[in-house]
């Protein structure tokens, strides 16, 4: 069971600029960071996957924030890379411009992980304050501590 959201998240995989600003393009940009994982068994299979849950249903969360995942045996653990799009994506299946995109591939056998994974990230990007910090990170590795510092602060929330 993952701990953190922080814990899957690695530099190399996270994307500030994405340049498309069509959403099957930019999905890809992002999914691409995963090709070469060594958690993804198939990652064409893995990214056809994902397109075709995309097309069953919006992934848009509101809040110019989009979470396209895959539930597949492509993956033996849970993957996530991140995105970054300043001037937003066009998600027209939600008539949304998307700036944050988490691209997230889950094992089939492991429901429970996928969904404590996105209920960990509505939880974080619910606060405007870490939205803005996610937008404002200058670098992979300040994502990630902006992630950090997040979980922290909701973590000692909980505990008060």
């Known amino acids: 069971m993952i701990g ?6 690695d530099p190399s995989r996270i994307m500030l600029s994405i ?8 999905i890809n940009e992002v999914a ?6 060594p ?3 198939n990652f064409q299979g893995f990214y056809n996957e994902l397109l075709a849950r995309e097309r069953l249903d919006t992934t848009c969360l509101g809040n110019a ?3 396209p995942h895959a539930r597949t045996e492509h993956v033996q653990k849970i993957v996530l890379a991140v ?4 001037q937003g994506v066009m998600f027209e299946n939600c008539n949304q411009i998307v700036k944050l995109m988490f691209v997230l591939g889950t094992p089939k056998t492991n429901p429970g992980t996928y969904l404590a994974i996105v209920s960990a990230l509505c939880r974080l990007l619910k606060e405007p304050a870490n939205r803005e910090a996610f937008m404002a990170a200058p ?3 300040a994502f990630v501590q902006a992630v950090v510092a ?3 602060k909701l973590l000692g929330a909980v505990a008060h």
């Open 4 to 9: 953190r959201l922080s814990q899957l998240l």
């Open 19 to 26: 340049q498309s600003t069509r959403r099957t393009v930019a």
């Open 32 to 37: 691409r960071l995963l090709d070469g994982h």
């Open 39 to 41: 958690n993804v068994t």
């Open 65 to 67: 924030i989009a979470i």
């Open 83 to 86: 995105g970054r799009s300043a």
């Open 139 to 141: 670098t992979p590795e």
């Open 150 to 152: 997040a979980e922290e």
